[in-house]
């Protein structure tokens, strides 16, 4: 019997992570006697790097050069970059600095605020979406035109919509050389129509069309990207994505020796928040606000910061500015998530806006820990309230202290929400169900065609 040959196509910007993290699980996991992969992205250093820790397969990855260029500094971030630089060998240079890092309006800062406007302008001055979309438009038709005989599935990855306009471009150009097998997975909640930007309109025409089957990690997210972008139901399915299970946590003495490693006391409260440190959709900010009104009842209680980014910086001013930055310890990113799940009270996912379930709470829910979330894209389909942890409100640091310092004082509830939220685990996240449910959408797929 002839292979299944499906051609995966992931599109990110600068943070690489969950989605990433998706395609790459089913690549190595899809029955290697029944599918034959191949993969395809952007040019883009983080996801090499990912590549070397998650793709288990052996098998080559095709870097596009697809527009924008990713980590393309422009004049306002090459500038703060030279200022960060020299901002200690002159005193002109650090008050330059002291003022970029200034909040000015709506929580940015100057340096944000500039950045963006400088972006916008030279995007309108100088053609640039126009630019790109041609650009991409030409770079995949003249991929797949000469592919399209090798491809039975065209499978898209896009962290949400519209997202990395490429993919959208790619799909589009996709059915217009003669593919009809098109599937595409996005990430998060569907933003808004720009009624300003006309690709919106053109996406929104076509990619229900060409798509047979739209896959969506939430069922919260299925339904608000049906409200938001009006494709129907039908072609929409919801997937929770899963995990490979970890059944055992550290010893006790593993546990301590770990505590040990970390600078931690054997007894201090821990928390931990788990995220690329970029933007303001992982809700690190608001986490820092809570933690300063928690730190005033559970003086000893520490917050680990796990994973990197851009952000950092900022984010260590702001626990120096709120006076807990001693007690903040930043990680970086790290591989050794199951072991950090063992030491920890609580796992803190406060996110905003457009997640749909995070890993941080998956892996948590394996590890048997107690998360805190919010009501933000599908996180409260994965934490019941009362039942494996407590869900509070978007952006409300009150609500969130209020929350960490609930759990603090009940060990006993800390314990059973664990308890409950491996059960949780074991009957939605499997990665094993994941799997098995996107290899049924393919099979369908195929026999209907």
């Given at each position: ?7 995966f196509y992931?599109?990110h ?6 989605d ?12 290697s006697?029944?599918?034959e992969t191949?993969l395809f ?6 996801f090499?790097k990912?590549a ?6 052996d098998?080559?990855?095709h ?8 980590f393309?500094k422009?004049l306002?971030q090459?500038?703060s970059n ?5 901002r ?8 330059a600095r ?5 909040d ?5 800062t ?8 400088y972006?916008?302008i030279v995007?309108?001055?100088?053609l640039a979406?126009l630019r ?7 770079l995949?038709?003249?991929?797949l035109k000469?592919k ?6 065209f ?5 949400g919509?519209?997202a990395?306009e ?5 799909i589009m150009?996709a059915?217009f050389?003669?593919?009809?097998n098109?599937v595409m ?5 569907a933003?808004?129509?720009?009624w300003?930007?006309?690709l919106?309109?053109i996406?929104d025409c076509?990619?229900p069309k060409?798509c047979?089957?739209?896959?969506m990690p939430s069922?919260?997210?299925?339904i608000?990207f049906?409200?938001?972008?009006k ?9 929770p994505?899963g ?13 301590l020796?770990k ?5 931690l006391?054997?007894?201090?409260p821990i ?7 970029y933007g303001?959709s992982k809700g690190?900010y608001?986490?820092l606000e ?13 917050l680990?910061v796990?994973g990197?980014?851009?952000?950092r910086?900022?984010?260590?001013r702001?626990?120096?500015?709120l006076?807990i930055g001693s007690c903040?310890?930043f990680?970086g990113?790290?591989?050794d998530?199951n072991?950090l799940n063992?030491i920890?009270d609580?796992?803190?996912?406060p ?10 709470i998956?892996e ?9 979330t919010?009501?933000?894209g599908?996180?409260?389909e ?13 952006n409300d640091?009150d ?6 310092i609930k759990l603090?004082?009940n ?9 409950q939220g491996?059960?949780i685990f074991e009957?939605k996240?499997l990665l094993?169900?994941?799997i098995n ?5 393919y099979s369908?797929m195929?026999d209907?065609?």
């Open positions: 019997m002839n292979k299944v040959r499906i051609f992931s599109g910007g600068e943070v690489v992570g969950g990433a993290r998706y395609v790459f699980d089913l690549i190595n996991n899809l029955n006697d029944k599918y191949q992205t952007d040019k883009n250093y983080l090499k990912r070397q820790q998650w793709l288990k397969k098998i080559p990855i870097y596009l050069d697809t527009r924008p260029i990713l393309k422009n306002i090459k500038l030279t200022i960060e630089t020299y200690g060998k002159n005193k002109l240079i650090g008050l002291t003022i970029l890092n200034t000015f309006l709506l929580e940015h100057i340096y944000q605020w500039l950045n963006y406007i972006y916008r995007e309108i001055i100088t979406k790109y979309t041609i650009h991409n438009a030409l995949f038709y003249g991929l000469n399209k005989q090798e491809i039975d599935i499978h898209f990855n896009n962290g919509y519209p990395k490429a993919v959208l471009i790619a150009v059915y050389v003669g593919i009809r098109i997975t996005t990430h998060s909640v933003q808004p129509k720009k300003y930007n006309l919106d309109y996406f076509f990619i060409f047979k089957t739209v896959i069922q919260n997210l299925r608000e049906n409200k938001r972008r494709f129907s139901l039908d072609i929409i399915t919801a997937i994505l995990l490979n299970d970890i059944k055992e946590l550290l010893s006790a003495n593993a546990i020796k505590k040990k490693e970390l600078g006391d054997p007894d201090q928390l931990m928040i788990v995220g690329a440190l303001t690190h608001v986490l809570a933690f300063a009104k928690v730190k005033k009842q559970f003086p000893q209680a520490v680990l796990v990197d980014g851009k952000g910086l900022d984010l260590e702001r626990a120096n500015k006076k903040i310890k990680l990113y790290r591989q998530i072991e063992s920890i609580i796992a803190v996912v996110s905003i806006g457009y997640e749909a379930i995070p890993y941080a998956r948590a829910l394996r590890d048997g820990k107690a998360v805190i919010t009501d933000a599908g996180c409260a994965a934490v019941k309230h009362g039942v494996n942890g407590l869900v509070v409100r978007q640091s609500d969130l202290a209020q929350a960490i603090l004082e060990k006993e509830t800390i314990k059973k929400m664990g308890e491996r059960k009957k996240f094993s169900a994941e449910k996107h290899e049924h959408i369908n195929l209907a065609s």
